[in-house]
């Protein structure tokens, strides 16, 4: 079963607006929750990475929230670029040990200019 | 990057027959992993290794086996490759310094 939830699929933003993906899990013992990000024929790159006993985190134009009584995270791209147009993963590591990520299946993001 | 590379990048092989990728990094990381990525299924566990000669099944392991005689090498064999086994194949590994996985740049595998 899939532990976590992606939305949406896909995601088209004009350049300059705002990309938001959201992520849903189910398992209370997750303690950690990563951002992947994606270029065509490449591994994924860690973008950016919260914990549960934080609400949000920035990074330059990218920041993660986080609420854990909803069980839901979510990436916010600021002023997005034709550059960020990517696929994003979200994931969550959890209590199966040896730091095990679970990943959701993955938002394909093209920002038009 | 962490340093992995991954060989060969591109394969292309006929039913039924044995393939072995190659995993190596040179971060001296103990944790690596194998994700198969397929469209419409983002990244799944095939089998990882927590250690020299440590390894376990993940999600997807039926049809594949793995190896760890050294710490910096990760081999992932299919016995008797199927046209389902046409994906990318990911390695990875996890940096317990910074909480980090790292991945490679990926093997296609097509299997005709």
């Known amino acids: 079963q899939q532990q976590v939830k992606q939305s949406p699929q896909s995601l088209i933003v004009q350049k300059g607006g705002i990309s938001i993906i959201n992520c849903a899990y189910e398992n209370t013992a997750f303690d950690y929750f990563p951002w992947y990000q994606q270029f065509p024929g490449k591994g994924p790159a860690l973008l950016i990475a919260?914990?549960?006993?934080?609400s949000e985190k920035k990074e330059g134009r990218f920041t993660i929230s986080f609420n854990k009584s909803a069980k839901q995270f979510s990436l916010h791209i600021m002023d997005s670029q034709p550059g960020d147009s990517a696929t994003y993963f979200c994931?969550?590591?959890?209590?199966?040990?040896?730091?095990?990520?679970?990943f959701g299946k993955g938002n394909q993001v093209v920002v038009i200019p | 990057d962490a340093g992995i590379t991954q060989s060969p990048r591109h394969k292309v092989t006929e039913t039924g027959t044995p393939v072995t990728l190659r995993c190596h990094q040179t971060e001296n990381h103990r944790y690596m992993y194998w994700y198969r990525q397929d469209p419409g299924h983002g990244l799944r566990l095939i089998h990882y290794?927590?250690?020299?000669?440590?390894?376990d099944k993940g999600e997807v392991s039926d049809g594949y086996s793995v190896s760890r005689s050294k710490t910096e090498d990760f081999l992932l064999t299919l016995e008797s490759a199927t046209s389902s086994q046409t994906s990318v194949y990911f390695c990875a590994t996890w940096d317990s310094s910074t909480d980090t996985q790292y991945f490679g740049p990926g093997t296609r595998l097509t299997v005709l």
């Open positions: 290794s927590y250690g020299v000669k440590d390894t």
């Open positions: 994931a969550a590591r959890g209590d199966y040990g040896n730091n095990r990520l679970a």
């Open positions: 919260i914990r549960p006993d934080v």
